[in-house]
């Protein structure tokens, strides 16, 4: 039996309806009330001397409604009520597809810091200018579209039906072209911005954890070079050892993860791991056209305590709708969010699942601990719903913020 009734409001904007559900802490009785309030933005909930109320993902119509309970006994209730005809705006909807801390959201010459102990890791001042890094299938488009481009033939160069490297890559796109470090610039992407490695400050380097970094790079980097099997550097703090990113020797670069930092932004809000995973998600989606996904642990990543339990599996996701809103009493504002179908499996088999040339999931990477906690939420979040919608088959349902 729930220690206390909840309520969870979802918008259907496809279809203008809110799907509401109560899930009473005993079962309905002669003294369960719903009613909306007079303006259709809030309903309430009145329980065995129990009263809660909660804001709506947006307005609905018939302001000052009581709903009708057609059955007593139960302890979940639900309805679809129809939104205000006369109001197109929802409250907190996400603003298209942005991802979180784009270029233009954050401050030139903002220092950037440990989100865990806020020690100075890039220098005040040392960035001049963001910019955001092209999507990750930029070098591939640009070399079909020069290879391809119309009545310019003669400038192309084929072997085998394939533009030419070299003439490609001195045009800066070729299939061979990669970002580098600039000082001055720190570059954005989805889930990482990335930086010289002069702009930097306060950073531990190590192919494994901590206890066996160097604040020296380059000594390292030859270790590196000497037959180390890793492609980067892990990159602690040196005030608290959190790890904040990784360094890039392709790139010459650090790349530190949006949700371990901080950095002055045109909003108060700092991005978290799942809305940075939500906006890969999302990137992926509209790249691939494929709905799923195998979120799986990045290798030689020992941040958390968990972060050798994390690696034995992978997340399994299958995307149900990328763009919802909810609200529900235990928070205190509507959540923009994806709402998806999730399970764990082994990560062996996720390897054999993605070696088949017919899977349908693409690959998703991210740190250990990262994932132990994408996994946490995702559970937080099932509990949130109406216990009859909380499973779907050998799936668990789970909403992603966005």
């Known amino acids: 039996m729930l220690s206390h009734s909840s309520i969870y409001a979802e918008l259907l904007s496809n279809i203008r309806q809110i799907s509401l559900a109560v899930s009473l802490r005993s079962p309905s009785d002669g003294s369960t009330r719903v009613a909306v309030t007079a303006d259709g933005s809030d309903v ?43 109001s197109s705006q929802q409250k907190n909807t996400t603003d298209g597809d942005a991802a979180p801390w784009s270029a233009t959201d954050l401050e030139a010459g903002s220092a950037v810091t440990c989100r865990q102990c806020g020690a100075v890791v890039v220098d005040r001042d040392a960035i001049k200018v ?3 890094l092209p999507s990750e299938n930029w070098a591939e488009m640009m070399e079909f579209w020069h290879c391809h481009k119309p009545n310019e033939a003669e400038h192309h160069s084929h072997e085998n039906g394939k ?25 954005v992407d989805l889930t990482t911005l990335l930086f010289s490695e ?41 005030a608290c050892h959190t790890q904040l990113g990784f360094f890039n020797f ?14 002055k932004s045109t909003s108060a809000h700092t991005p978290d791991i799942s809305e940075c995973l939500a906006a890969t998600i999302i990137s992926t989606i509209s790249r691939s056209a494929s709905s799923k996904a195998l979120i799986t642990p990045i290798n030689d990543t020992p941040i958390g305590t968990n972060a050798q339990a994390n690696t034995r599996n992978a997340l399994h996701i299958w995307v ?23 399970r764990l499996v082994p990560r062996e088999q996720a390897e054999r699942m993605l070696e088949v040339i017919t ?40 909403l992603l913020a966005r």
């Open 198 to 238: 002069s702009a930097s400050a306060s950073l531990t380097f190590s192919t494994s954890g901590y206890e066996h970094g160097s604040t020296d790079r380059h000594a390292l980097a030859e270790t590196n070079a000497s037959g180390s099997q890793h492609r980067g550097l892990n990159v602690f703090c040196s």
């Open 130 to 132: 963001w910019k955001d």
């Open 320 to 342: 149900m709708n990328k763009d919802i809103v909810y609200s529900t009493s235990t928070a205190e504002r509507s959540t923009p969010a994806i709402k998806l179908l999730y």
């Open 250 to 263: 392709r790139a010459a670069a650090v790349t530190l993860l949006k949700w371990q930092i901080s950095c």
């Open 44 to 86: 309430e909930l009145r329980h065995q001397g129990e009263m809660q109320r909660l804001a709506l993902p947006a307005k609905i119509a018939h302001g000052g409604a009581v709903l009708p309970i057609n059955t007593q006994g139960v302890s979940t209730l639900t309805w679809r009520l129809p939104l205000d005809p006369t």
């Open 163 to 187: 533009a030419d490297d070299r003439s490609l890559a001195a045009r800066g796109y070729g299939a061979s072209s990669n970002i580098s470090a600039q000082n001055g610039v720190g570059f």
């Open 359 to 398: 899977c349908d999931a693409q690959e998703i990477s991210i740190p250990s601990d990262a994932l132990g906690r994408v996994i946490q939420s995702l559970d937080e979040s099932n509990m949130l719903l109406p216990g009859s919608e909380r499973l779907f088959q050998q799936w668990k349902v789970g």
